[in-house]
């Protein structure tokens, strides 16, 4: 089975991608990757795209002001927390397989004809999706099997952006996990392969933890899902019941009452253990 990643030109060096496509390619040895070349845009540039974004996807006025009157908050807040992340994927054992050197094929566009082309040439039989966005039919559609995401989310309980953090803000324990499913035209809504949950191991656990055990086990299902479908097998997974949400970017303000929040579990925690109440 012919296996192509497609993800961006941060992505590709990040651990979180080279701990995927080792456990991938360890399996399966004819895999192959199409990199999105990022534009090089300045602090104010990327700040600009961000708010166009933000006001498509936030949801009314009063989220979108939230966002964007604590977005560099959030934005020290997630490199902090992707730092501890991608230190704790770096620990994770994984075989010694990188992509090979000067055969990795780089677009412009995630949706525009020269991704279409350097795919297509490829000749898919699954393409693998991180960190390229919302994808169009054009793309998605390329792979003979179908396309395939790995969501750090339940879905399609939740679905969007940030879900972990999310899941963490509304306390809701249901939506850690991974969720390896199909993509079509909607926003995390294509037919569930497989499923990854996570289970917080103390109060308090916070987003980088979370996040290494969420891909490590999202990682093991997928391959496992690959293999399932390299057999000839077909199926899906009917979702869990329960209501089904969309969220967007959350904010700062959030995320820092979320870490306030984390630490206090944490200390109620640490007294917990060093002075245990009597019965």
């Known amino acids: 089975?012919?296996?192509?990643?497609?993800?961006?030109?941060?992505?590709?060096?990040?651990?979180?991608?080279?701990?995927?496509?080792?456990q991938?390619?360890?399996?399966?040895?004819?895999?192959?990757?199409?990199?999105?070349?990022?534009?090089?845009?300045?602090?104010?540039?990327?700040y600009l795209k961000e708010l166009k974004r933000i006001w498509h996807f936030a949801g009314g006025l009063a989220s979108t002001l939230e966002?964007?009157?604590?977005?560099?908050?959030?934005?020290?807040?997630?490199e902090r927390d992707d730092r501890e992340a991608q230190a704790g994927m770096r620990l994770l054992n994984r075989p010694p397989v990188t992509p090979r050197r000067g055969?990795?094929?780089?677009?412009?566009?995630?949706?525009?004809?020269?991704?279409?082309?350097?795919?297509?040439?490829l000749e898919p039989d699954v393409l693998i999706q991180l960190g390229n966005g919302i994808l169009s039919k054009q793309i998605f559609e390329i792979a003979c099997i179908g396309t395939l995401n790995l969501h750090p989310g339940i879905a399609p309980l939740l679905k969007g952006r940030d879900p972990i953090y999310w899941a963490l803000w509304e306390r809701e324990p249901n939506w850690l996990g991974g969720t390896v499913h199909f993509i079509d035209e909607g926003i995390d809504t294509g037919l569930v392969l497989a499923y990854a949950p996570v289970v917080q191991r103390f109060p308090g656990e916070r987003y980088p933890a979370l996040y290494v055990r969420i891909f490590s086990l999202g990682v093991e299902r997928l391959v496992d899902t690959l293999l399932r479908l390299a057999r000839g097998e077909r199926w899906t997974i009917e979702p869990p019941p329960g209501p089904r949400v969309y969220r967007s970017s959350i904010s700062g303000w959030k995320m820092l009452a979320i870490e306030i929040r984390s630490a206090w579990h944490r200390s109620r925690l640490a007294?917990?253990?060093?002075?245990?109440r009597r019965s």
Request: hydrophobic share 50%; no cysteine; aromatic share 10%.
């Open 67 to 78: 966002i964007i009157s604590s977005y560099p908050l959030k934005q020290l807040m997630i």
């Open 103 to 121: 055969a990795t094929i780089y677009v412009s566009t995630a949706n525009g004809p020269d991704a279409v082309e350097a795919i297509s040439g």
């Open 1 to 22: 089975m012919r296996i192509v990643f497609f993800t961006n030109a941060k992505e590709e060096t990040s651990e979180t991608f080279l701990y995927m496509f080792a």
């Open 271 to 276: 007294r917990g253990r060093q002075w245990p």
């Open 24 to 46: 991938v390619a360890a399996v399966f040895p004819d895999v192959h990757l199409v990199t999105l070349r990022l534009e090089l845009d300045g602090p104010l540039a990327r």
